[in-house]
Nanobody, 114 residues
Framework: QVQLVESGGGLVQPGGSLRLSCVAS????????MGWYRQAPGKQRELVAR???????GYADSVKGRFTISRDNAQNTVYLQMNSLKPEDTAVYYC??????WGWGKGTLVTVST
C-alpha cells in the first residue's frame, strides 16, 4: 500500500501563492493519472487538477489559469503550484491517483484569508 504525504500548505493572503508537494512511498511512474483533490469545510472532496503520465493536464473550472500541476516520477512526487489564491480556495488538499487507488494521506491545510 502506497502512503501519501502532502505538504506545503499554510496561511496566505488573497492573491498570494503556495506550492504543494505530495510524496508517495512507492513508485508513481506506472500510474496513468495523478490528481490533487481538496475538501473545504462542510463540502465533499473534489478533484481540482490532474496530470497524466505523458504530462497532459486538466483543471476544475474554479482553478483554471491559477493552478498548475506537475509530476516528477523519479522522485515519486506530484506538485501543485497555486497562484492568485482566493478565500474560496481554503481547504485541505490531498493527492491520489485518478481514479483513487490508495488510502488518503493527512492532507495539507491551505487557508486564504486576510
Amino acid at each position: 500500500q502506497v502512503q501519501l504525504v502532502e505538504s506545503g500548505g499554510g496561511l496566505v493572503q488573497p492573491g498570494g501563492s503556495l506550492r504543494l508537494s505530495c510524496v508517495a512511498s512507492g513508485s508513481i511512474a506506472s500510474i496513468s493519472v495523478m490528481g490533487w483533490y481538496r475538501q473545504a469545510p462542510g463540502k465533499q472532496r473534489e478533484l481540482v487538477a490532474r496530470i497524466s503520465s505523458g504530462g497532459n493536464t486538466g483543471y476544475a473550472d474554479s482553478v483554471k489559469g491559477r493552478f498548475t500541476i506537475s509530476r516528477d516520477n523519479a522522485q515519486n512526487t506530484v506538485y501543485l503550484q497555486m497562484n492568485s489564491l482566493k478565500p474560496e480556495d481554503t481547504a485541505v488538499y490531498y493527492c491520489n491517483a485518478r481514479p483513487v487507488r490508495w488510502g488518503w494521506g493527512k492532507g495539507t491545510l491551505v487557508t486564504v484569508s486576510t
